[in-house]
Nanobody, 122 residues
Framework: VQLQASGGGLVQAGGSLRLSCAASARTFSSDAMGWFRQAPGKEREFVATISRTGGSEHADSVKGRFTISRDNAKNTVYLQMNSLKPEDTAVYYC????WGTGSRKGSEYKFWGQGTQVTVSS
């Protein structure tokens, strides 16, 4: 399974970005997907997850600002990020949990994308 993340960039605080993650898996519609991020000098942290049926969870730090969604026809998962803050600066990774349910644990995802840099300036 290959995951290709895109959409990162430099944005001012309060701005928006939409990340995309295209998956090669033919099982995509049956897979749970997740977004994680890692800031310099920090551990990787959970951002959001979406199940194959569309149920989603978001980390408290992004709830109300970020929204995960998926388009099974395009084998793509999205992360809409609004009201961005400097503390959202990180490399964002998408991950796939084949035939699994949504999870906040990175260890439960077998496949990972290459990451896309998001930088929020103050």
């Amino acid at each position: 399974v290959q995951l290709q993340a895109s959409g990162g960039g430099l944005v001012q605080a309060g701005g928006s970005l939409r990340l995309s993650c295209a998956a090669s898996a033919r099982t995509f519609s049956s897979d749970a997907m997740g977004w994680f991020r890692q800031a310099p000098g920090k551990e990787r942290e959970f951002v959001a997850t979406i199940s194959r049926t569309g149920g989603s969870e978001h980390a408290d730090s992004v709830k109300g600002r970020f929204t995960i969604s998926r388009d099974n026809a395009k084998n793509t998962v999205y992360l809409q990020m609004n009201s961005l803050k400097p503390e959202d600066t990180a490399v964002y990774y998408c991950a796939a949990r084949i035939w699994g349910t949504g999870s906040r644990k990175g260890s439960e995802y077998k496949f990972w994308g290459q990451g896309t840099q998001v930088t929020v300036s103050s």
